[in-house]
């Protein structure tokens, strides 16, 4: 037993676990500079060890039911992805297909047949399709709502919120046929507005991104990054990263990288 497994195994016996992926695919920095993409040698290896410790895979409408307002029994994982990137189809359905994985996706309802803002021209940005979302349901997959235009729901009032969500829930149940039974807060920013509009909209769970606890409309949720060295992975897993990554030398650290990040972006608009 390696050491990480060994770490997730402890892991395993003493709570359940939530990851999120944006995307799976190979990427270039420079196409993918908030680092969305994770290689999908990658996310293999990362699944692998989380089998490897005895993880027992559901979706996040499963977890939530089996937690019934509380936490879920350890030695649970849920797989999420957000946005609903075309990769989550053809690259990362067939990975998890070989370990009989089934995960969730958070479709933004405007995205479908797009291209993700946050991906350069030459990464791997392209979303999904109506029937390709369909195809997940038919494996098995369960749909979860992630608004109609992905706003920040923290600056939206209650009433915003909800036809966010609710219209969000009700485009994607016609889509897949299937009920739509959780939500993801985009950016993972959200405020007593969106639960309350997250809760009253009939969803019976909602994810954040980092933050967040196991109450029904707050559960917390790993976001795994392109560059997530392993040990930083672990750290999310087991809840420390976020109050890392609000320490004072952190912030300083983390606004030197958004401001270098912008300053490439800009670099890399074309000239008009």
Same mark, same amino acid.
């Given at each position: 037993m390696t050491p990480a497994v060994h770490t997730l195994t402890k892991i395993r016996r003493r709570r359940p676990i939530v990851l999120g992926y944006p995307g799976v695919a190979p990427s270039r920095r420079r196409d993918d500079l908030s680092m969305l993409l994770v290689a999908p040698d990658r996310f293999r290896a990362q699944v692998e060890m989380l089998l490897a #410790?005895?993880?027992?895979?559901? $979706?996040? #409408?499963?977890?939530?039911?089996?937690?019934?307002?509380? @936490?879920?029994?350890? &030695?649970?994982?849920?797989?999420?992805?957000?946005?609903? @990137?075309?990769?989550?189809? /053809?690259?990362?359905?067939?990975?998890?297909?070989?370990?009989?994985?089934?995960? $969730?996706?958070?479709?933004?309802?405007?995205?479908?047949?797009?291209? !993700?803002?946050?991906?350069?021209?030459?990464g791997d940005g392209a979303m999904m399709t109506r029937s390709q979302l369909r195809e997940l349901v038919a494996e098995g997959w369960e749909l979860g709502a992630h608004t109609m235009t992905h706003p920040d729901l923290s600056t939206l009032d209650y009433d915003a919120c909800l036809r966010e969500i609710s219209e969000?829930?009700?485009?994607? /149940?016609?889509?897949? &046929? #299937?009920?739509?039974?959780?939500?993801?807060?985009?950016?993972?920013?959200?405020?007593? /507005? #969106?639960?309350?509009?997250?809760?009253?909209?009939? +969803?019976?769970?909602?994810?954040? $991104?980092?933050?967040? !606890?196991?109450?029904?409309?707050?559960?917390?949720?790993? @976001?795994?990054?392109?560059?997530?060295?392993?040990?930083?992975? +672990?750290?999310?897993?087991?809840?420390?990263? /976020?109050p890392l990554l609000k320490s004072p030398p952190m912030r300083v650290l983390r606004r030197a990288s958004k401001q270098l990040r912008g300053r490439v972006q800009q670099r890399a608009r074309p000239a008009h």
């Open positions: #410790a005895g993880f027992s895979f559901v $979706t996040l #409408a499963e977890l939530a039911r089996l937690g019934a307002g509380g @936490m879920p029994p350890p &030695g649970l994982a849920a797989l999420t992805f957000d946005d609903g @990137m075309r990769n989550n189809h /053809e690259v990362a359905l067939p990975i998890l297909r070989e370990y009989a994985i089934k995960a $969730t996706v958070y479709v933004t309802i405007g995205f479908i047949d797009r291209t !993700s803002p946050w991906i350069g021209p030459g969000s829930r009700a485009a994607l /149940e016609q889509i897949g &046929g #299937a009920p739509v039974q959780t939500f993801a807060y985009p950016f993972g920013r959200y405020g007593p /507005e #969106a639960i309350a509009a997250a809760r009253d909209s009939g +969803l019976i769970a909602a994810v954040t $991104t980092g933050s967040g !606890s196991w109450a029904p409309y707050e559960i917390t949720r790993a @976001m795994i990054g392109a560059a997530d060295p392993l040990p930083i992975v +672990l750290l999310k897993l087991t809840d420390r990263y /976020e």
